[in-house]
């Protein structure tokens, strides 16, 4: 399994931002996809997750409103477009694939161990 991201980078507050995950190695769909996110001196928090089979995108409270996961299972890519970008919102961003997505957003908390990571992208918003 590999996963690439890309798309990072440096973005004033207020702005938007397109990551995407390029995944190999498995049968896109066939497992929940989604993103963690760690900010410096804290620990990673799943904010996104996405499974064809439970038919459900699924977002963690902190991001709800401003973070869209989608995919592209003919491109085999997974994309996290953000919204008004906010300081706090500077961190590694990885995409993850798991078996099954948190089903409400408080299971986000408990969401620690997804079988597989991408090596991250940096985003960091200016303030």
């Known amino acids: 399994v590999q996963l690439v991201e890309s798309g990072g980078g440096l973005v004033p507050t207020g702005g938007s931002l397109r990551l995407s995950c390029a995944a190999s190695?498995?049968?896109?769909?066939?497992?929940?996809i989604g993103w963690f996110r760690q900010a410096p001196g804290r620990e990673r928090e799943g904010v996104a997750c996405?499974?064809?089979?439970?038919?459900?995108?699924s977002y963690a409270d902190s991001v709800k409103g401003r973070f869209t996961l989608s995919t592209d299972n003919a491109k085999k890519t997974a994309y996290l477009d953000i919204d008004n970008l906010m300081p706090e919102d500077t961190a590694t961003y990885y995409c993850?694939?798991?078996?099954?997505?948190?089903?409400?957003?408080?299971?986000?908390?408990?969401?620690?161990?997804?079988?597989?990571w991408g090596q991250g992208t940096q985003v960091t918003v200016s303030s």
């Open positions: 190695g498995f049968t896109f769909g066939e497992y929940a």
């Open positions: 996405h499974s064809d089979a439970e038919h459900r995108t």
């Open positions: 993850v694939t798991d078996q099954i997505c948190p089903a409400v957003a408080v299971e986000f908390s408990v969401w620690k161990t997804p079988d597989y």
